[in-house]
């Protein structure tokens, strides 16, 4: 299948690239590694009038730290975060879910940004433009129906991005240029829970991530990120968990000061474990625990059939994705 | 919309006048006729749409040809010299490494890439670097045979 016309725009600057979004209104996608977004045109699951690269805007292919901040530029490629000293010794997390991502000849291209504005996924919507016309158009697709849950109007699409889930884990924000200003705000609110906009960029902010600013994890932090998938060369998770402990010691053994779940996979948008982050805080970190936290964890997510797994498949993954992420950043050997 | 680019591929400079909308696997097998490269899944999965980037292995499919303007191409056109396969042609020949043959330029452009930065990698290693390549007739152990000829 070949790429239908389109103009194509390489803004030197985020102000250019901003006006370019407005001039547009609307009927454009910006481009970054394109990785994702080729396939989908391909399958002309939209048909843009234009595209907006942002590959010559320098500013947006750095990583630094500055006052106990990591600051990632949105068009950082995977590959730039694996080789990226910086993170491999502060963010190892991060450096784990990158590698996670696509294939070998997908990380070089894609970007740390195209992964947080990945869009979600459903099997009737990821499909050729030949299978879904089989069918009546899906809501996701600008149809009015959903063929997953048979209802008008709404949209189930699942959020499959590997990255997101370590950062929110981290509490790192996002930096969007847009027509009002700069603005940031915590990574978590970027998504909108709605499968067919899934962020506030595709919900037609006009905006561009600039970049994504974690803290500096405290000394006593560890992060992990646990993904399950079909085919471990290359796919889409299943579902994938990040957990985040800040632990503490005592003379019984290692605790919980604070934690963080993100689960991905399961819904619209990352799914935060707060009864199990409750469950495991100032708790000692041992086996019943961690079994208990992570059945808790699996009854906080509501998977729906957008794939060809059953939800009730995702919440078993969840429990054991779980438990093995809570050991490894415990520390806890099997 | 037409854009000129510029390119190097297989050592030569080429100056081009691509449509924005073309992939740069279209403009390696039909602008410039080097079929070496595999159109395949044409969706990223398959790999065997390889080409070295800069020295980097990429699906040429996800690539806009737009996006790859100043860059260094390298396909498999580009390997043997003088008439003589690359050592790593030779030995995937030599391994039984080669049936259909459609992953096979891929294949050998991860590898010599994979050998050029990690030059004594493990078979883990080896395994994670052709990840992105599907082979559906050898069962990739001959595959993983012909690069290990190179560790020593």
Redesign the interface.
Known sequence: MRLLEFDYFEPRNLEDAVTKVREFDGNYQIIAGGTDLLTALKQRLSAPAGLVSLDHISSLKDIWEEDDVITIGAMCTLEDVLSSSLIAEKLPALNQAAWDVGSPLLRPLATIGGNICLNTRCRFYNQSSFWRSSRDTCYKAGGNICHVTNKRDSCVATFSADIPPVLIAHGARVRLAGPKGVRTLPLEQFYTADGRFPHVIMAGSGEILQEIEVPLPAPQVSCVYHKFRMRESIDFPVLGVAVMLKLGEKKSGKYCEDACLVITGAEPAPVEAVQAREELLHRRLEPGLLARVAEIAASEIHPIKTSLISPRYKREIAKIIVTDALKKAGGIEE | ?E?TIRLTVNGEEKTLKI?????LL?VLREDLGLTGTKKGC????C?AC?VL?DG????S????A??ADGKTVLTIEGLAQAGELHPMQQAFNEKGAIQCGFCSPGMIL?AKSLLERNPNPSTQEIK??I???ICRCTGYLQIIEAIRSFVS
């Open positions: 919309m854009k449509g924005v909308q073309q992939t279209e044409n969706q990223g999965e790999g390889t980037l980097k292995p990429v699906s499919c996800l690539l806009l737009v996006k991860v994670e670097a990840a992105g390549n």
